[in-house]
């Protein structure tokens, strides 16, 4: 069964202060791992997708890598707004078209 | 341009109650789907439509029936209303059945 954790589930960090988000994942045989922001009230925000292990994506502030069994989503130098739910997703092979999602790290900057 | 709208965003109604929400996407993608989102903020997919057909049909009670009059539409409609069907409903579009989807602003249905 296709299954993703995300760690921690809370992170809260000062301005500035450099982190990593981390996603593991297990999926028989992997299409795609994406990363989602959702603020409150809203909808997830498409951020990145990865396909294969050793692939880097980088937004911003906002760099993604993925290994075989986990992804990374690490932020460089966080600024308030930056503060938000962060959602990972796997789609695997077995189950095309559907997203499997973590349950997600809250992050909190503070100034 | 609003790319993935719902409406309406926020839906109370009383139990037993039928009630639908509609979703609608401008950005020309054949795949459409419903997603919920719990009060732990889990979201898990309940449907997907490629083109009008059913291509994803989660283990959803019957009481839960998307509708896609066109590819550029998807819509539920939700009989007797529960108190457990209380949550975030997400509508979502992708360019084709696999990738990464664009999100709706949500539509919070909460049940008295």
């Known amino acids: 069964e296709d299954q993703v954790t995300q760690s921690p589930e809370a992170l809260r960090l000062q301005e500035g202060e450099s982190s990593s988000l981390n996603c593991s994942y297990t999926?028989?045989?992997?299409?795609?791992l994406f990363w989602y922001r959702q603020d409150p009230g809203k909808g997830p925000e498409f951020l990145f997708t990865l396909y294969s292990a050793g692939e880097e994506k980088e937004k911003e502030r906002l760099k993604a890598t993925l290994t075989k069994k986990e992804s990374f989503l690490h932020i460089t130098a966080p600024k308030p707004e930056d503060s938000a739910t962060y959602l990972c997703?796997?789609?695997?092979?077995?189950?095309?078209?559907?997203?499997?999602f973590g349950q997600g790290t809250t992050l909190q900057v503070k100034p | 341009d609003t790319a993935v709208s719902q409406t309406p965003k926020y839906l109370v109604t009383q139990m037993g109650n039928d009630k639908s929400i509609k979703c609608e996407q401008n950005?020309?993608?054949?795949?459409m789907y419903w997603y919920k989102q719990d009060s732990k903020k889990f979201l898990k997919i309940m449907f997907s439509y490629n083109n009008k057909e059913l291509i994803i049909n989660e283990t959803v009670p019957n009481r839960f029936s998307p509708k896609s009059p066109d590819k550029a539409h998807l819509n539920l409609h939700i009989n007797s209303l529960e108190l457990g069907d209380s949550a975030v409903y997400f509508c979502?579009?992708?360019?084709?059945?696999?990738?990464?989807?664009?999100f709706g602003q949500g539509t919070r249905l909460t049940v008295v």
């Open positions: 997703a796997v789609e695997g092979s077995s189950n095309t078209g559907k997203l499997i």
């Open positions: 999926v028989s045989g992997l299409r795609g």
């Open positions: 950005l020309g993608h054949d795949t």
């Open positions: 979502a579009s992708s360019q084709d059945s696999t990738g990464g989807a664009f």
